[in-house]
C-alpha cells in the first residue's frame, strides 16, 4: 500500500488514499420522506470528490418508508444507495442511527463520511467517530483534496481530504486533516456547499439492510414523546435578493422597512446576528457563520458593520450595497456600493425610486 | 432521592470579544489576550445540575474538567454558585488533545469517580465550536445521550424527561439513567455566586497551586479536607498511552491562516436624491432589481 519514495533528502514514505480505497458515504438527513437539502449539497459536494479520487459516492438512508429517497438522489450522481428501512428508524433518535452507521461503516470503510452540521449531524457524528475512533472536523466551510506531510514521521500522505473550518471564533481559518484514521469525517452547515444535479438519469443501485443485524433493541432507549417542526417560511438561500439589517436598525419597527424594500424588490429579509440577538428578528433569518451561507445576486446591507462572522456568509454575493452611517463600517470594504448615511433616510428613497423607475 | 452528576466544564479563551491583538502577525492566536472564562453553556449545564440538586437533597454535584493547572479557577467558580466540588484532570500527557483525545479521557475519569447518575455539559465550548465532546464521552461510555436540552422537565431515579431545542423545532424525549445530556445557550442562566459560599471554598485548591503557592496551606487543608480539589494525571487514571493526548488525536492541523477578505474598489454614494435614483436606475438597467 505504502511505497517509498525519494522526494526529499531524507527518506519520506509516501501513502495515497486513493491507494487505500473506500468510497465517499454521505449520511441523508430525511424529515416527512423528504431528503434535507443540506444533505443534496453533501452529495454534490461528494459527487466532485468521487470523481477526484476516482471511486464512488454512496448514500444512506436511515427511518421509515424510503421508497421515494432513490428518485429523490440519484440524479445527484449516487452510485449506491443503501436503505435502512424500519418503523422503529423513524423520528430520528441517536442510538439506532449511529449503530446503522457504525456497523456498515466497519464493513464498507468509507475513505470519507459526511454529514449536515445540523441538529441531527451534530447529534450523530462524535457518536460514530468516537466508536470508530475516526477523527471529525465539524462545520466544514471548505472540502478540498491534498497533500499532507508530517515531517516529525517523516511521512506524505497523498490525497487526504482538506477540511477547512472557522476556528476561535471565525477569526481564523484552520485545515484540518485525519491522516491515518477512517472514515476522514466532516460536517458541513446547510447552504455552505452548492447543490447542483449531476444527471437527471444517473442510475446507481438500491441496497436494503437488513435492519435487525445493524441495531439492537437496547439501542431504542431513547422516546420521543412530541415534537414540532417549524417548516421555515423564509428561504433565505433561493432568493436572488436579500435586504439584510444590522443592529443600526435600532429597532424591530425601523426593521420592518426592511420588508417593505424587499418587497418591491422581491427579496427576503435577512439579519445580523446582532439584530437577531437584540430582539429585531427571528433566529431563521440570521446570515453569517452562525446562521446560513447566502450567495445572492444582490445584498443590501443596512446598518451592518461586517464584522468577519457575518462576512463569512454574504461575501460571495455578487453585488453588494452597504448602506452605513460610518465610513469606515468594515462591511464597505468589501461593498461594490457604499452609501454613506442614515438607514431610515436612505432605504425609503430606495422604496420610492425603484417605484419611480420600474414599469 | 439523590443522584450523582457530573458536570463537564471547560475554561476557554473568550472568543466572542476578539480585539485587534488577539492575532498574532503570524496569523496564530495570542492565547495570552484572550481573557480565560468558564465556557457560557457549561454554566447552562451547571444550572441544570444544581436545580436538581435543590429539589432532592443529598444530590451530589461534582465538576470534572481537563486542562492546564489554571483551569481550577472554574471548578472553585462552581464552588461559589453551589456544587459540591470537582475534579481537575492535568498534564502533559493530554496537550494536544482533539474532541476525541479528550473525550477518551473524561470517560475514563468518570469511570475512576465512580457511581454517576447523570453527566451534564455545555452543547460547545466557544474555543472550538464543535459540540462534539458530550456525545463522544457518552459513547465511550456506552451510555444514551440527549443533545440540546432546554429544560429537564422530569427526573426520578430511573428516568429523566427532556426538552430539546433543535434548529427546526423542539422535541420532548424521554431516556433512562445514567445518560448524558448536552445543555443549550437558551437554558436558564446559571444562578450568581453565593457570599457565604464563595467564603467557605475561597481557599479550595489543587496540589499544583498550593505548590506555587508561598503560603503554607497544610494545616488548614488537615481541618478541612473539603477544600482539596483532586488533581488527577494520567497516571490516575486508567488509559492506553496511545489514546491521549497529541497521540490520541486522529484529526491533525495542517494550516492556521487569519481571516483576510479582499477588498473591492467600492462606488461611494451619497443619500442625496440624485445618487440614489441613478444607482435605482442603473440597477434596473444592468437587470439586477426588476
Ligand atoms: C462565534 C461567533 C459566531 C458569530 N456568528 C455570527 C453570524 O453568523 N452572523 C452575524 O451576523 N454575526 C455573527 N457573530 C457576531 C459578529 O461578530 C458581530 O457581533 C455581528 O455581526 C454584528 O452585527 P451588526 O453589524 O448588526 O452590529 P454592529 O457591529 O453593532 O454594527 C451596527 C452598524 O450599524 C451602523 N449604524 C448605526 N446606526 C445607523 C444608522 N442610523 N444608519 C446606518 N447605519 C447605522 C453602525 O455604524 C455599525 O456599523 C458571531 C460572533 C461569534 C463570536
Ligand atoms: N477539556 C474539557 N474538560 C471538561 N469538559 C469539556 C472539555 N472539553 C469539552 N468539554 C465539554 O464538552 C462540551 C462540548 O465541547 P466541544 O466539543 O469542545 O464543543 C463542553 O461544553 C463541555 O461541557
Not at chain 1, 511505497?3 to 531524507?10: F, G, Q, V, W
Amino acid at each position: 500500500m505504502s511505497k517509498d519514495t525519494n522526494n526529499n533528502a531524507e527518506n519520506l514514505t509516501s501513502i495515497s488514499s486513493k491507494e487505500l480505497g473506500g468510497n465517499i458515504f454521505v449520511y441523508l438527513e430525511i424529515e416527512e420522506g423528504v431528503v434535507a437539502d443540506v444533505s443534496l449539497e453533501l452529495l454534490t459536494k461528494g459527487r466532485t470528490l468521487a470523481d477526484k479520487q476516482q471511486c464512488k459516492l454512496e448514500a444512506v438512508a436511515i427511518g421509515y418508508q424510503l421508497e421515494k429517497i432513490g428518485e429523490q438522489v440519484f440524479p445527484y450522481g449516487v452510485d449506491t444507495l443503501y436503505l435502512a428501512d424500519d418503523e422503529r428508524l423513524s423520528p430520528y433518535t441517536t442510538l439506532p442511527h449511529t449503530s446503522v452507521l457504525v456497523n456498515l461503516f466497519k464493513e464498507e470503510k468509507p475513505q470519507i463520511a459526511l454529514m449536515g452540521a445540523t441538529s441531527v449531524g451534530r447529534d450523530l457524528g462524535p457518536r460514530v467517530s468516537s466508536a470508530l475512533f475516526s477523527g471529525l472536523t465539524a462545520d466544514c466551510t471548505a472540502l478540498e483534496i491534498g497533500t499532507y506531510e508530517d515531517k516529525k514521521e517523516k511521512k506524505v500522505y497523498e490525497d487526504l481530504l482538506y477540511q477547512i473550518r472557522p476556528a476561535f471564533g471565525g477569526n481564523i481559518v484552520a485545515t484540518i486533516v485525519n491522516p491515518d484514521c477512517r472514515p476522514q469525517m466532516a460536517t458541513v452547515r446547510e447552504g455552505v456547499m452548492k447543490k447542483e444535479i449531476r444527471d437527471k438519469n444517473y442510475k446507481g443501485k438500491t441496497i436494503r439492510l437488513d435492519v435487525s443485524k445493524y441495531v439492537d433493541d437496547a439501542d431504542f432507549v431513547i422516546g420521543v414523546i412530541e415534537r414540532h417542526m417549524e417548516k421555515s417560511k423564509i428561504n433565505l438561500k433561493a432568493s436572488p435578493i436579500i435586504v439584510a439589517g444590522g443592529y443600526g436598525m435600532g429597532s424591530a419597527e425601523n426593521f420592518n422597512m426592511l420588508f417593505d424594500l424587499a418587497r418591491v424588490l422581491g427579496g427576503e429579509v435577512g439579519a445580523s446576528r446582532a439584530a437577531v440577538d437584540a430582539g429585531f428578528s427571528e433566529h431563521a433569518r440570521q446570515i453569517g457563520q452562525t446562521g446560513t451561507t447566502v450567495r445572492p445576486k444582490l445584498y443590501i446591507a443596512c446598518g451592518i458593520s461586517g464584522q468577519i462572522q457575518h462576512i463569512a456568509g454574504m461575501q460571495e454575493s455578487a453585488m453588494i450595497i452597504a448602506i452605513n452611517n460610518d465610513p469606515q463600517a468594515p462591511i464597505n470594504a468589501i461593498a461594490d456600493y457604499v452609501i454613506t448615511g442614515d438607514v431610515a433616510e436612505v432605504v425609503p428613497k430606495m422604496i420610492k425610486f425603484y417605484r419611480r423607475n420600474s414599469k | 432521592m439523590s443522584l450523582n452528576i457530573i458536570v463537564l466544564a471547560k475554561q476557554v479563551p473568550d472568543t466572542r470579544n476578539v480585539g485587534k491583538d488577539a492575532m498574532k502577525a503570524d496569523g496564530t492566536v495570542n492565547r495570552a489576550a484572550l481573557p480565560a472564562i468558564y465556557n457560557p453553556e457549561d454554566l447552562n449545564a451547571l444550572e441544570q445540575a444544581l436545580r436538581i440538586k435543590t429539589k432532592f437533597e443529598g444530590t451530589q454535584v461534582h465538576v470534572l474538567t481537563m486542562g492546564p493547572v489554571r483551569a481550577a479557577e472554574i471548578i472553585r467558580e462552581s464552588m461559589y454558585r453551589g456544587a459540591d466540588g470537582g475534579y481537575l484532570l492535568s498534564g502533559r500527557e493530554f496537550a494536544g488533545s482533539d474532541t476525541l483525545a479528550t473525550s477518551y479521557a473524561l470517560a475514563a475519569a468518570i469511570r475512576k469517580i465512580g457511581k454517576v447518575d447523570l453527566i451534564l455539559c455545555g452543547r460547545q465550548a466557544i474555543d472550538g465550536d464543535t459540540a462534539q465532546v458530550g456525545p463522544q464521552v457518552a459513547e465511550k461510555l456506552g451510555l444514551p445521550q440527549i443533545t440540546y436540552a432546554e429544560e429537564i422537565l422530569h427526573i426520578s431515579e430511573s428516568e429523566v424527561t427532556v426538552k430539546r431545542r433543535l434548529e427546526k423545532g423542539i422535541e420532548t424525549v424521554k431516556g433512562p439513567l445514567p445518560i448524558l445530556i448536552t445543555v443549550n445557550g437558551s437554558a436558564a442562566g446559571c444562578r450568581p455566586r453565593h457570599a457565604k459560599l464563595t467564603l467557605k471554598y475561597k481557599n479550595a485548591k489543587t496540589v499544583s497551586e498550593r505548590q506555587a503557592s508561598s503560603t503554607d496551606y497544610t494545616e488548614l487543608f488537615e481541618t478541612h479536607p473539603y477544600l482539596d480539589i483532586p488533581e488527577w494525571g494520567a497516571s490516575d487514571i486508567e488509559h492506553e498511552p496511545q489514546w491521549l493526548g497529541l497521540a490520541g488525536s486522529p484529526t491533525k492541523v495542517k494550516q492556521i491562516e487569519s481571516v483576510v477578505f479582499t477588498a473591492k474598489e467600492s462606488k461611494r454614494l451619497t443619500p442625496a436624491d440624485n445618487e440614489i435614483e441613478d444607482l435605482i436606475k442603473e440597477l434596473i438597467t444592468n437587470h439586477t432589481i426588476g
